[in-house]
């Protein structure tokens, strides 16, 4: 079912990010999980799997939209939360695995964050040259509108009773990427290739190896014919 990723990539890492906000600069990180996957024979397995509450900087709070919507408070991320510099040393371990391709659900939000997560502790190198697949550009390729994850989910019969936590979405991310593949295995098209609202743009800061496209609707076409 994952058959033309693995053809190319010896691990497939699918990963989510919780934010206390939108903005990749100036909100954090507050909860990170991956899932490394490898291939062994015609059965993806799941070798690793890591999630953890990241501590929030001193003296910035949690809005209440973002604990209404994760759960999560700023009492848990005070007696839970892994101290940064921790969490970005195992995320680079976890991302010198061999061959990989990153995956995450509207990666463009997940990747930005990342990104500037890992270069406050230098570490951003460890995604030089690793390729990227947004699950959401391919999901806006096969069904109609609305295109949230629980929409996704909903649409190919998943269990979304963990959404909203970073391991949750993370598991319903690689369940859906499987579900796609088994549907048609044209994955290894989207490596690199991210679909945006032509309406609003790139949202955040472009990503300087992939390839963006407008992605309609209702398109007769896939992203990766046009």
């Not at 190319?8 to 490394?36: H, P």
């Not at 209440?64 to 919507?69: C, E, G, N, Y």
């Not at 970005?88 to 997940?110: C, E, G, V, W």
């Not at 088994?182 to 390839?211: C, M």
Request: net charge neutral; hydrophobic share 40%.
């Amino acid at each position: 079912m994952l058959d033309s990723l693995f053809r190319s990539f010896d691990n497939i890492i699918v990963f989510d990010v919780e934010t206390t906000g939108f903005d990749f600069k100036r909100d954090e990180i507050i909860e990170i999980a991956m899932l490394r996957v490898a291939g062994k024979g015609n059965t993806p397995v799941v070798e690793e799997s890591y999630s953890t509450l990241v501590s929030l900087t001193t003296d910035r709070v949690l809005p209440a939209v973002i604990t209404s919507l994760t759960g999560i408070t700023e009492r848990q991320l005070l007696a839970e939360g892994a101290p940064k510099d921790t969490v970005s040393a195992k995320l680079a371990d976890i991302l010198k695995t061999r061959n990989p391709l990153l995956a995450a659900y509207n990666a463009q939000f997940d990747l930005s964050f990342l990104y500037y997560f890992l270069r406050n502790f230098a570490k951003e190198n460890v995604l030089k040259n690793v390729k990227m697949l947004d699950v959401l550009t391919v999901y806006k390729d096969r069904k109609p509108y609305p295109h949230k994850l629980s929409d996704a989910a909903n649409a190919y019969s998943l269990d979304i009773s963990n959404a909203h936590r970073a391991l949750g979405d993370t598991r319903l991310t690689y369940e859906l990427l499987c579900a796609m593949g088994k549907e048609s295995d044209d994955l290894d098209r989207y490596v690199n290739l991210f679909g945006y609202n032509p309406k609003y743009g790139v949202s955040g800061q472009k990503i300087s190896s992939v390839r963006y496209l407008p992605q309609k609707y209702d398109s007769d076409k896939k992203l990766y014919e046009m």
